[in-house]
């Protein structure tokens, strides 16, 4: 019997992402057939007959799903250079936050600028990542830090998705640093976060989620604790950013809020995993910003694959501690600077990047699933991992369009 | 009086990389006109009056030389994702060697491929490096070891610039590694390197440098000293790979050959610094392979800085130890990794690596240079170092085309 389709793919070699025992989730099959935008069938291009007006070939390369970035502040104003080159000439933090820099020069910059220069310049960085075959990607606010600029950069972040093939997640990240007007008394900025931006955020469904930046540099667990409370009232999810330069139960904290993600983690106790494992919670790596920062503690890979929690991996992409527009720089990090094998690698960032997010539907090559897909020009999936910049896919379909 | 020229570039700020007392070598002027390939002058739009068909209107972005890629092993066959997913796994490095990987298996790889096979995967790597503002890069041979594949990799070197708008520069690199056929008599290869293979390098102008790696688990001082003297006798430049591992004294024995650069250098005991500045030696730092391989022990940069040693950085891109087809990404690790300033970075893609290759029309913004440009659309040069994968050229001139 003949099926009807919108587009089908032909000979090509699957890793699905699936969680099937197999590596990589590789499938025998050779045909996706796609309708609507999700994937109808994979199939054994003589076994089945599908009936649409498009068929792609695909010369025996790789299918993959499309890459998920669980987790960037590409929205912001300004950039940071002039303080990198500062820093490198041998001027000290501190020399910098005093004249402006850090993350208030951020803030600063990102209050200032338009929303169409905010939109513009981070459809510029989304670029980057999608022509790498990246088909969603997270995006915190946390550069605003007022109710204004932070409703804003949701905004902003939502726009993306009109212009380039991607989905956009958002994240409200009020509690990313206390702002100059609340320097002195930062319990009162965390109630205004509860009282007045949260209830905002969820009443325009600007965001889907709620992080913290739970560090002795940022908000106390006590603090991040009445963040996660409004967060769950208004029926938003949370995850946070934890154990990065120190150890402040962060994990565990967020764990007892169901949190869908802790990031950073690399002064994670392993005796805090179980509460993760408990929870639910992906652990999410980020190897940029211990790159760009020179940390030496890294997060604790064998402890965590040993009790089996689900580890993404993103860019981080911001402008302070992780400019890095570049998935595929990222994932080789991965494997160089953490030690995670190539096919823990490309899990990180398709199936638990999409758990890390709570999108049940993306981050695999299944059956009704979306049909975000890239095709590589590959002998093998680790291919991917192993160098840097040296591959692109040769075609992409978002939504089950080519693009 | 009005001039002729081919092309005039108007309205930009040129960073020249000219050492002219200001960072960057910025120029106050805005104009560049360009004639027979070349740079005829540097104007003031207002100034002067220069007749031709095409003027390009630069929007006040950035001007710079095109980048030079001054160490690459680009040419090979296969790749090593295989071995890079079982180290991983956690094989031994022995145990991969023992098996056929490591160089052994490139060279193997290499030698059974066709110049066809190996143009187009060399093709694709360097049109990486092109895309991120590449004009000119540098490549060995090595992954041979034996007459025909030697001359053949530079035979298809050679051909890449057929195929993009680069300028290819080849160096012989025989004493890479000791061929199997070999093992067990080192001395004769060397022997067989100096007799059979440089005066047919030179012979056929396939090369204009002979290279050696020196170290160990390469070939020994004076080994290198054979091959420097054969190189001499047919009038080839030499450079080295040294100190990347360990002291050897490889540094001062290429400055005795008066070698164009030396390379790596991690081990440079800074004794050994005075002997490279007598002989004009440039300095030529590959992060990307510290990196890769975890290395710990860094470059003694101030020590250079202090000695006013020329330092040149390069991809190094190979498929073993530096996979990274990215200068960019090569520039930003100069930075984070060995603590260059994104000045002293961009001086070491351009005048820097053009002296690492004894260039003299390359590497600047200046009359009578070769006019390979390119404009950059952002506020300050630093920012093409301090992130990854930020930025692409607006515009690029590859003498004198638009390209």
Redesign the interface.
């Known amino acids: 019997m003949t099926k009807q389709c919108d587009l089908v793919i032909d000979n090509v070699r699957i890793a699905s992402m699936q969680k099937n025992g197999k590596p990589y989730g590789i499938l025998t099959q050779s045909s996706v057939a796609i309708k609507n935008g999700k994937v109808l069938a994979i199939f054994d291009g003589s076994q089945e007959s599908y009936h649409c007006n498009k068929r792609y070939n695909g010369e025996n390369k790789w299918l993959l799903p499309g890459f998920i970035d669980c987790h960037t502040h590409l929205v912001y104003g300004g950039?940071?250079?002039?303080e990198?080159?500062q820093r490198?000439?041998g001027k000290t933090y501190t020399e910098i936050a005093q004249q402006g820099g850090g993350i208030q020069g951020t803030v600063n910059a990102t209050r200032e600028a338009s929303e169409h220069t905010l939109l513009s310049s981070a459809i510029?960085?989304a670029s980057?990542l999608v022509e790498e075959g990246v088909t969603c990607i997270e995006v915190k606010s946390g550069y605003g830090l007022d109710l204004d600029t932070e409703l804003k950069m949701l905004k902003v972040a939502k726009q993306i998705a009109e212009y380039l093939p991607v989905s956009i997640v958002t994240t409200y990240l009020g509690a990313h640093a206390v702002p100059k007007e609340y320097r002195s008394n930062p319990d009162d900025y965390v109630q205004f976060i509860c009282d007045r931006v949260i209830p905002a955020v969820a009443r325009q469904q600007l965001a889907s989620c709620v992080d913290v930046f739970c560090e002795s540099i940022g908000f106390s667990p006590a603090q991040c604790r009445k963040v996660f409370a409004a967060a769950k009232t208004h029926k938003l999810n949370v995850k946070a950013h934890v154990e990065q330069l120190s150890d402040l139960k962060g994990a565990k904290l967020a764990a007892e809020f169901a949190a869908i993600s802790v990031d950073h983690i690399e002064y994670l106790d392993p005796k805090d995993i179980p509460a993760l494992k408990q929870s639910g919670t992906v652990a999410v790596l980020l190897p940029g910003a211990f790159?760009?920062l020179?940390e030496t503690q890294k997060p604790p890979v064998a402890e965590l694959r040993a009790n089996k929690i689900p580890i993404a991996i993103a860019t981080d992409l911001n402008p302070g501690s992780s400019?890095?527009?570049?998935i595929l720089?990222i994932m080789n990090m991965a494997?160089?600077?953490f030690?995670?094998?190539?096919?823990e690698v490309l899990y990180g960032v398709t199936i638990h990047a999409a758990k890390a997010l709570e999108l049940s539907s993306k981050g695999q090559v299944k059956t009704g699933m979306d049909a975000d897909l890239c095709l590589w020009d590959i002998?093998?999936p680790?291919?991917l991992?192993?160098?840097?910049?040296?591959h692109r896919p040769s075609a992409k379909w978002f939504a089950g369009r080519i693009c």
Do not use: D, M
């Not at 400019?323 to 570049?326: E, G, L, N």
């Not at 991992?385 to 040296?390: D, E, F, L, P």
């Open positions: 950039n940071r250079a002039n990198f080159e490198l000439q510029k960085r980057r790159y760009y020179s400019p890095i527009a570049s720089t494997s160089v600077l030690g995670l094998t190539p096919e002998e093998h680790a291919e991992v192993y160098g840097i910049n040296q």
